[in-house]
Nanobody
Framework: QVQLVESGGGLVQPGGSLRLSCAAS????????MGWYRQAPGKQRELVAR???????NYAESVKGRFTISRDNAKYTVYLQMNSLKPEDTAVYYC????????????????WGPGTQVTVSS
């Protein structure tokens, strides 16, 4: 009922920047917290950043000062501006959203995008 689509991933040199976007669509009543997670080969999926509907943010310690999360509530879209990228940022980045869905009644659930590859390499 709800789909998330990420965009903006790619290959970038160390020190470079990328901006990820994730747009939600479907039978959406409202979206609560939205966030970005990443998973590198051989590692657990980890939280990168999240933002509440009111704008409160939270970041992983490893990205503080370099990444910025934001959202456009009218567009059901969340962004992740990534600056000063490092090789260790290389991972598949996933969008997550806690969504209140209208389906006869309101049901809340977490949804995930398919992921977008970010590779930081010279």
């Amino acid at each position: 009922q709800v789909q998330l689509v990420e965009s903006g991933g790619g290959l970038v040199q160390p020190g470079g920047s990328l901006r990820l976007s994730c747009a939600a669509s479907g039978s959406i009543f409202s979206i609560n917290t939205m966030g970005w997670y990443r998973q590198a080969p051989g590692k657990q999926r980890e939280l990168v950043a999240r933002i509440t509907s009111s704008g409160t943010t939270n970041y992983a310690e490893s990205v503080k000062g370099r990444f910025t999360i934001s959202r456009d509530n009218a567009k059901y879209t969340v962004y992740l501006q990534m600056n000063s990228l490092k090789p260790e940022d290389t991972a598949v980045y996933y969008c997550n959203a806690n969504v209140a869905v209208v389906a006869g009644r309101i049901v809340r659930d977490d949804y995930w995008g398919p992921g977008t590859q970010v590779t930081v390499s010279s």
